[in-house]
């Protein structure tokens, strides 16, 4: 087993009781196993309920008894987790953290709301527009499709040659700004 720890790290393993009085009346505690360089060694320290215990690990897979081992068991097992962050535990962090999370959520429930009311009222306007020219242009129960209201009003007011698009350019150039935004901002993220 010894063979396959990094001895950069620190793990949890089950160590037995010491055979002495006023010890608690369980078999097996958990500790932590770590390497000492002073004693090229790895050694076990006393179990995470405060107890001393015996030197050494028990074998691999062996179940802790003691309850107040296993109650602190979550905790050790979070701060041994390669990556761990002392700051993970800190509630003045977390709140912080969570804090500037919902501030986020908000924000972005707001912009959401934002651009659905836009939607609505561009969606509103646009609907109005037809409905007054499917009236104007002799359409006044059905909609026969933008294509015809265009090409009908056009030619109503006499327009002959290509229809313009400048609008269709617009939207072109927004989506290409819009695509641009969100690229930057992946980048960001990654980068960070
Ligand atoms: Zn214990």
């Not at 050494?56 to 979550?74: D, F, H, N, R, S």
């Not at 836009?118 to 969606?123: D, H």
């Not at 609907?127 to 009003?153: H, M, Q, S, T």
């Not at 927004?174 to 960070?192: F, L």
């Amino acid at each position: 087993m010894r063979g396959d720890l990094d001895k950069e790290r620190r793990y949890l393993v089950p160590v037995s009781r010491l055979d002495r009085a006023g010890q608690p009346d369980v078999v097996v505690h958990l500790a932590v196993y770590e390497w000492l360089s002073m004693y090229q060694e790895w050694v076990t320290g006393p179990a995470l309920c405060g107890y001393s215990a015996q030197q050494g690990p028990l074998e691999a897979g062996t179940v802790a008894t003691c309850q107040a081992c296993l109650e602190w068991k979550p905790r050790y097992e979070r701060m041994l987790a390669p990556g761990y962050r002392p700051e993970d535990d800190d509630p003045e962090v977390l709140r912080r953290r969570l804090g500037e999370a919902e501030n986020e959520r908000d924000r972005l429930r707001a912009e959401s709301e934002d651009q659905r009311k836009a939607k609505q009222t561009a969606a509103g306007a646009a609907d109005r527009f037809r409905d007054a020219l499917c009236e104007v242009l002799g359409y006044p129960d059905d909609n026969p499709g933008d294509d015809v209201l265009v090409a009908k009003l056009r030619e109503h007011f006499g327009k002959t040659g290509p229809e313009a698009t400048a609008w269709r350019d617009r939207m072109a150039g927004y989506e290409a700004v819009r695509d641009q935004i969100s690229a930057a901002a992946r980048e960001k993220g990654a980068g960070e």
